[in-house]
């Protein structure tokens, strides 16, 4: 019903910057609580950002804080998260969720959508 769609991965050395987006298509997401995890080799999922439906509310892990910024395009469907002095332990693919229950929803690791990811790996 709704497809999410993660692009702007990619290789980059440490201290520089990427920035993902992540797609709706199939009905809008105006609506929806949005939010940004990821997944290192060997470990769990961790939610890195999240944003409630108007993008007045914004909330991230502790790990990124200060360095990422998750915002999002409501008239183009999209949500993006701006990466900057990128670290190798930032190395993960990173997915993209959507949850109409709200942000705080999005937080405790739910989603009602999920993303298939994209690679992003920061070299030392």
């Known amino acids: 019903q709704v497809q999410l769609v993660e692009s702007g991965g990619g290789l980059v050395q440490a201290g520089g910057s990427l920035r993902l987006s992540c797609a709706a298509s199939?009905?809008?997401?105006?609506?929806?609580?949005m939010g940004w995890f990821r997944q290192a080799p060997g470990k769990e999922r961790e939610f890195v950002a999240a944003?409630?439906?108007?993008?007045?509310?914004?909330t991230y892990a502790n790990s990124v804080k200060g360095r990422f910024t998750i915002s999002r395009d409501n008239a183009k469907n999209t949500v993006y998260l701006q990466m900057n002095s990128l670290k190798p332990e930032d190395t993960a693919v990173y997915y993209c969720?959507?949850?109409?229950?709200?942000?705080?929803?999005?937080?405790?690791?739910?989603?009602?959508?999920w993303g298939q990811g994209t690679q992003v790996t920061v070299s030392s």
């Open positions: 944003i409630n439906w108007s993008g007045g509310f914004t």
């Open positions: 969720a959507a949850d109409l229950s709200g942000a705080g929803a999005v937080v405790a690791g739910r989603g009602d959508y």
């Open positions: 199939g009905r809008t997401v105006s609506n929806y609580a």
